[in-house]
C-alpha cells in the first residue's frame, strides 16, 4: 500500500496487508546518518547527545558525579544528641507551662532548656566516613534554644512587671472581694489590671 504520492513507499500509519504474519512490536530507529561520518552528529552537524553544562550537578573537571552527602541520623547512644533532644523537650514544656500560667516551673524548664541547648551546641562535631564532620544535634539544638529562650523571657517579664506594680499586686492579693479589687485599678496599669481581671 502506497502513501498517495506514487513514489513506491509504504504509508508507516496504514495497516498491514490481510495476508501478513504477525510481528511483535518493536521501536521506530531513526535512518542512519549519510555518508561515513562516525563522530556522533546527526545530519545538521550537531552532537546527539549534548555535553554537560559548567552548572550541571557532578559537574567537575569533566563529568564526573560527585558521592552524595552523608545523611546525619539520630544516635541514642551519643549523649550530645541526647542532650539536643533533651533541650528541645525541655523548652516546649517550658512553653506549655507559660501558656497554662505555671510560671515558675515554665523558668525551670526554659533554663534546662538553655543549658542542654548550649552544651549541645558547644559539643564538637563527629567525623563522617568522607572526612566531614557533621552535627546532627544542631537543629534540635537551636530549637531548645529558641522555645527555651521564649520561655524564660516571658517568665522573667512577667515576674518584672509584678515587683515593678508590687503595689498593685500586694492589693489585689489582698483583696477579699471583686468590689475591693477593683479598688486597686489606680495603682497598677490597665494591661496589668486586664490581665488580672481576666485570671
Avoid at 547512644?77 to 500560667?101: E, I, K, W
Avoid at 516551673?105 to 562535631?125: N, Q
Wanted: net charge negative; proline share 15%; glycine share 12%.
Amino acid at each position: 500500500m502506497s502513501s498517495g504520492d506514487n513514489t513506491g513507499e509504504r504509508n508507516p500509519f496504514a495497516p498491514p496487508p490481510e495476508d501478513a504474519p504477525d510481528q511483535p512490536w518493536q521501536p521506530r530507529t531513526p535512518p542512519p546518518p549519510s555518508g561515513d561520518d562516525s563522530s556522533g552528529t546527526d545530519e545538521d552537524g550537531r552532537p546527539l547527545v549534548p555535553p554537560p553544562h559548567p552548572w550541571s550537578p557532578g559537574h567537575q573537571s569533566g563529568w564526573q558525579p560527585q558521592p552524595p552527602a552523608p545523611q546525619p541520623k539520630f544516635d541514642p547512644n551519643d549523649p550530645v544528641q541526647r542532650r539536643a533532644r533533651y533541650a528541645l523537650s525541655s523548652g516546649m514544656a517550658g512553653l506549655f507551662c507559660l501558656v497554662t500560667g505555671i510560671a515558675y516551673v515554665s523558668l525551670l524548664f526554659g533554663a534546662l532548656a538553655l543549658y542542654w541547648g548550649v552544651s549541645a551546641l558547644r559539643s564538637p562535631a563527629a567525623p563522617a566516613a568522607g572526612g566531614q564532620p557533621v552535627r546532627p544535634q544542631t537543629p534540635a539544638a537551636i530549637g531548645g534554644l529558641v522555645t527555651g529562650g521564649v520561655a524564660v523571657m516571658c517568665v522573667l517579664g512577667f515576674l518584672g512587671i509584678n515587683a515593678y506594680y508590687s503595689d498593685y499586686v500586694t492589693c489585689v492579693s489582698d483583696a477579699l472581694t471583686a468590689e475591693a479589687q477593683q479598688g486597686c485599678s489606680d495603682l497598677g496599669p490597665k494591661f496589668l489590671v486586664d490581665l488580672y481581671n481576666q485570671n
